[in-house]
T-cell receptor, first 114, second 117 residues
Framework: KNQVEQSPQSLIILEGKNCTLQ??????????LRWYKQDTGRGPVSLTI?????NTKSNGRYTATLDADTKQSSLHITASQLSDSASYIC?????????????FGAGTRLAVHP | DGGITQSPKYLFRKEGQNVTLSCEQN?????MYWYRQDPGQGLRLIYY???????QKGDIAEGYSVSREKKESFPLTVTSAQKNPTAFYLC????????????????FGEGSRLTVL
């Protein structure tokens, strides 16, 4: 069964610190992997999209990495800000399987404290 | 500004009632989707539509219905047959169908929170 597992479930860090969120998946073959940021009570917003052939993608202070061999991705947040407090969702798109088979992880809830 | 508008933001339903959630997009996207989000779970697909007047069931379509009479609009009705409708509902759209390795953006609305009283 295709799955996407994220860890940790939740994380608390101090403002200015770095952190790394993990995403492990069993989807194979896959087309692309996406990271979204979702503020509480809001819709998800795209951070990065990586194809299976890409190893890293940056968006400001957010850097996503992908290891297709180990089926792992990470999202690194540098110099965290209070506004980074949100849930971060990993989404994997299978290469085949018909219409809309995106597989969503349950997310990591990040809290940045002053 | 282009985007997806969902309404209402908050909705309360009594047992046995049908309610309709609105989703409108001005991105000129062909494909639209409805997802359900529950605490501690990944988003689950309810219905999707690739073109006007056509839509397909997702993974958890039971107790829900949709229509796609206009390209811009994809309303979701939560019927009384849905046993556990309390959830956060998200509408999304993309310029092309999410298949065959599509790497374009999937845009989400701000969500509608439905609570059953």
């Amino acid at each position: 069964k295709n799955q996407v597992e994220q860890s940790p479930q939740s994380l608390i860090i101090l403002e200015g610190k770095n952190c790394t969120l993990q995403c492990n998946y069993t989807v194979s073959p896959f087309s692309n992997l996406r990271w979204y940021k979702q503020d509480t009570g809001r819709g998800p917003v795209s951070l990065t999209i990586m194809t299976f052939s890409e190893n890293t993608k940056s968006n400001g202070r957010y850097t996503a990495t992908l290891d297709a061999d180990t089926k792992q991705s990470s999202l690194h947040i540098t110099a965290s800000q209070l506004s980074d407090s949100a849930s971060y969702i990993c989404v994997v798109s299978p290469l085949s399987g018909g219409y809309n088979k995106l597989i969503f992880g349950a997310g990591t809830r990040l809290a940045v404290h002053p | 500004d282009g985007g997806i508008t969902q309404s209402p933001k908050y909705l309360f339903r009594k047992e046995g009632q049908n309610v309709t959630l609105s989703c409108e997009q001005n991105l000129n996207h062909d494909a639209m989707y409805w997802y359900r989000q529950d605490p501690g779970q990944g988003l689950r697909l309810i219905y999707y539509s690739q073109i006007v007047n056509d839509f397909q069931k997702g993974d958890i379509a039971e107790g829900y219905s949709v229509s796609r009479e206009k390209k811009e609009s994809f309303p979701l009705t939560v019927t009384s047959a849905q046993k556990n409708p309390t959830a956060f509902y998200l509408c999304a759209s993309s310029s092309k169908r999410l298949a065959g390795g599509y790497t374009g953006e999937l845009f989400f609305g701000e969500g509608s929170r439905l609570t059953v009283l």
